[in-house]
Every structure is written in structure tokens, then in C-alpha cells.
């Protein structure tokens, strides 16, 4: 079971939170195939032109499950990380804000867009993304996770869209 492979540290990355660590997930390849596996079939018989992984963990799922689904994969990253043309989006975090950024020609308008993260946690990142891809025409088919932390609601900032995770808690 792929929840039994998660593995939980305290206090990381700082007081108070438990930090849900799945490199034991990466290290186990039956366990990566059947991520790759669940999430390609999950999608499989939808039209998926492009999925969108935020920066850094969104990266580790999102080109394998692009090469199974016949689609493309662009990454979404922190400011100065993109060497083209960027357009921005500033989200609201619990101690502050942040800045994603997306290639301004990554996405076509009409385009149907995938957006996969490990996890889903308060759904800030998410829903930035969200409105990145948006900003430039993509329609968003669905918000895929590995991880959703249910006691954290990151759902709500998602409502308008199909949510899919393989590991709740």
C-alpha cells in the first residue's frame, strides 16, 4: 500500500509540522510504476494536451505521466528560474506571499491542461498554477495530487475543479 511507504517527520521544515516525506515512495520502483500507473489511468480517457507540475515535487510525477498520456509536460517555478519570457502570479501564503512563474508560450490558448503536485496541502500553489495556466487560454481538466491533507482544506481554493489524489489524510 502506498500510504504505508510515507514516511513522517516532525517538526520539519519547522516547529509543529509533520512533514509527509515519499522519497521512500521514489526509492521503491513498484511503488513509482503504480503512481505513474494509477494517474495515467485515471486520465487515460480524457484529452490531455499538456500537464502542468509546480516547482520542485510536481516535477517528479508530471513528465512520466505526460509520456503516457501522449501530452506534453511544462514546468511552473519560482521567480528567475525560467530563462524565457514569464508571466507571473503572487499568491498569498499563512506568513506572507509567493511568486510562481509559467513560459508565456507554454501554454496555447484551448489547450487542456493536467495540473499534477505531490500534494495538496492548503491549495495556494495549486490554485495560483491554476490561474497561471488560465491567464494564457488552458483549460484545466482536472488538479491530480499523490498527497491531499483533507484537515487542511486546500480543496475550497480548488472548488471549480475536478480533484484527484491517491493518498488522504
Partial sequence: MLKDLVRDIP????????????????QNPSSLKEIVDKFTERYANQKVDVIVGAEARGFLFGPAVAVNLNAGFVPVRKPGKLPYETASMTYELEYGTDTLEIHKDAIK?????LMLDDLLATGGTMAASCKLVESLGGNITGCAFLIELNFLNGKDKLSKYDIFSLIQY
Avoid: H, S, W, Y
Fill in 109 to 113: 490558448a484551448g489547450d487542456n491542461v
Fill in 11 to 26: 517538526d520539519f521544515p519547522k516547529e509543529g509540522i509533520v512533514f509527509k516525506d515519499i522519497t521512500p515512495l521514489l
